[in-house]
């Protein structure tokens, strides 16, 4: 359900801040100064500037953040780029590079992501990621063990 023009839902701010649904009602439930709702249409919904405001103030726990984002991000800055949606990212507007990454940095990416996914989704990640290591490895003629993509890692 889309809100109307310059109000969201708690659905919509975890969408848009890329957290999970319950984080909002944690926010709201936590801190006093969150954002009050207001009854709009028979919804409780929120001022997209006030929850800005209050977003802009909460720095993002460096094991959340995505790939793109730096240390010291707030979630005023992630839910910001989501509303201004597709266009804002697309490809054009961030270059993709065409090396292949090296080891390190995958598992140097992989530590960043753990807690930002429930650990069913982080486990199944890991998995793939090292499945697909083994099929290249198999795929390059090396002679291949996981024993030996655990020493590799470290």
Not at 47 to 73: F, K, M, T, Y
Not at 93 to 98: E, F, I, L, R, Y
Request: net charge positive; hydrophobic share 40%.
């Amino acid at each position: 359900m889309t809100s109307p023009q310059g109000f969201v839902s708690r659905a919509e701010i975890a969408r848009l801040a890329e957290v999970k649904r319950p984080a909002v009602s944690n926010w709201e439930r936590r801190h006093e100064d969150y954002p009050r709702p207001r009854l709009v249409g028979g919804e409780q919904l929120f001022e997209v500037e006030a929850v800005l405001e209050w977003l802009d103030q909460r720095r993002i726990a460096s094991n959340a953040l995505l790939p793109n984002e730096r240390s010291g991000a707030t979630f005023g800055q992630r839910f910001r780029r989501n509303l201004a949606g597709p266009a804002a990212q697309s490809p054009q507007a961030q270059p993709v590079s065409t090396k292949r990454p090296k080891t390190n940095d995958l598992w140097r990416t992989l530590d960043q992501l753990r807690g930002a996914y429930d650990i069913l989704r982080y486990r199944d990640l890991v998995l793939s990621l090292i499945f697909l290591c083994v099929r290249r490895i198999e795929m390059d003629g090396h002679p291949f063990s996981l024993a030996t993509a655990v020493i590799r890692r470290r």
